[in-house]
Each structure stands twice: as C-alpha cells, then as structure tokens.
C-alpha cells in the first residue's frame, strides 16, 4: 500500500477561500466608508467648536484691553492656529455628501445650521 503524501490545496479548496474573502470584503468596505464620513463630520464639528471659543476668547481680551469693535470673518479664521483644511472655504464648509453648509459671524458669535453636523452645532 502506497501512501499519497498531499502538499498541495485542492481548487475546490481555493475557490472556497476566496469566495469567503469577497463576502468578508464585500460587508467591511460599506462599513469603512461610513466611518470615514463620520470622522470627517466629527472633524468639522470639532472646528466649529474651536472657532466659537476662538471667538469667545478674542471678545473677552478685547474688552479687557477697551476695544468693543465686532470680530470679523477674517479675523476669526485667522484666530485659529491651524488651517481650516481644503472642504472649507471661509465659514463653508462641504460635507462628505456634497452639501454644503454656512457659518455667519454675527454679534461676536458663530452661528450657523448644517444638516450634515446634525443638531446641536
């Protein structure tokens, strides 16, 4: 009796394999795309946050200092020390679904709704 020493994958065995890998592939990259989307409105959320309290602290060293003048748009952006990055032009920003969505400086105050930030902006 000879013994057949088997070293190799059948192509039934293969084709198993990548079948697998496709349906495994198939259900992660939806999952990876929402979450770039996410990260990319948390992101923007996070800017609106840090130019409100930009804003919030440049008012409050103006009065100190007796200058009541309103803080422009220009000189809000600027109160920012890092870029406000390539999907935002000025105080408008382009969401991940192509929206876009605009912040007005009024009053000394960022304010502004967007649809794709949701509520509480």
Sequence with gaps: M????????????????????????????????????????????????????????????????????AITTTEAIALLEYPLGSDWSGLTWTAPDGSTCTFTISNNKLSGTCAAMGSGI
């Design 2 to 69: 000879k013994i057949i020493n088997r070293r190799a994958f059948t192509m039934i065995e293969l084709v198993f394999v990548i079948v697998v890998i496709g349906i495994l592939a198939a259900i992660a990259v939806p999952k990876l795309a929402a979450t770039r989307d996410d990260a990319k409105i948390s992101k923007a959320r996070a800017t609106v946050g840090a130019l409100r309290s930009a804003i919030a602290t440049e008012r409050q060293k103006r009065i100190l200092k007796g200058n009541y003048d």
